[in-house]
């Protein structure tokens, strides 16, 4: 058979562009809320929280509120302040995390932190924590305070219990998977849920939405620990290998150790007690866990809970909400950054 031949065209990379669409008017709303929020007598605190929420975060969290009122045709405006008050919660946890890590880099600038201090930041993030209550409060649903409030305790939960697994080696998958769940999927989770009550809709439809937010916030989170050691800072706005030094046992290093010989595991155990952590050691890290397919595993767990997140929205109508809500979550696992 002769004749020209076609190739198929290749399917774009999966984008944040269309929630970001379909979202854009109601994050003016939200995004106004926040700035007034933010506001305080003190100069301090607007100043250093703007330092965090003026620094270019992709949003996520507040877009999937509003994402999932899209989804269920909600035509209300409560989503704006709560989506506002699941900012503030993130920022406060951010803000705290960076004091706990010492960390000096987020999203390409100098952590409010290191521009700050550690005592003006741990009171800012409390700030804004109380700012996200007050917020919970004037909605006026005692069921809505309780799935933010729940959500905030178990972030707190999940960052004390991945302080208390730092540089134990011996860090199961299972416990690690329960610690992102707590730390980073409860406020995904959260987020999608609520959006579900201001609309009055079912149990059913509030716990896929639920589900959604809680399989994309895993797959988010196994993301980021496949670009720690398969990304170069610039890609990432933090410096490459912050986890490996802060001796973190994330799921490529689990996967590592593993599946290591004698010899590497005893690298291992060395470097995530704190005794190998120059350039070299990290540099031999990323070869151990490229010889080990981690990172490759680590993303194919990621696309196990991404498929489930779309699946858990399989009940709702097609649509451009439905279509954005499941873009974003393949986008959550190919990002590279």
Known sequence: MTGNVHPLPRKAAPSLQPLMALVADGMNSVNAVILDRMQSRIPLIPALAGHLIAGGGKRMRPMLTLASASLLGYGGSRHYKLAATVEFIHTATLLHDDVVDGSDMRRGKKTANIVYGNPATVLVGDFLFSRSFELMVEDGSLKVLRILSNASAVIAEGEVDQLVAQRQIETSEERYLAIINAKTAALFAAACRIAAVVAER????????????????????????????????????????????????????????????????????????????????????????????????????????????????????????????????????????
Do not use: C
């Open 202 to 337: 079912s149990d059913e439809d509030e716990m896929a939405l639920d589900a959604y937010g809680r399989n994309l916030g895993i797959a988010f989170q196994l993301a980021d620990d496949a670009i720690d050691y398969d990304s170069d800072a610039s890609e990432m706005g933090k410096d490459q290998g912050d986890d490996f030094r802060e001796g973190k046992m994330t799921l490529p290093v689990i996967l590592a150790y593993a599946r290591g010989t004698e010899d590497e595991r005893a690298f291992w155990r060395a470097a995530i007690a704190g005794d190998r952590n120059s350039d070299q050691d990290l540099a031999h890290a990323v070869a151990l866990i490229r010889r080990h397919d981690a990172v490759n595993a680590t993303r194919e767990r990621a696309r196990h809970y991404a498929a489930r997140a779309i699946d858990a929205i399989a009940r709702f109508p097609d649509g451009a909400a439905k279509a954005a809500m499941t873009e974003a979550a393949e986008f959550a696992v190919a990002r590279r950054f």
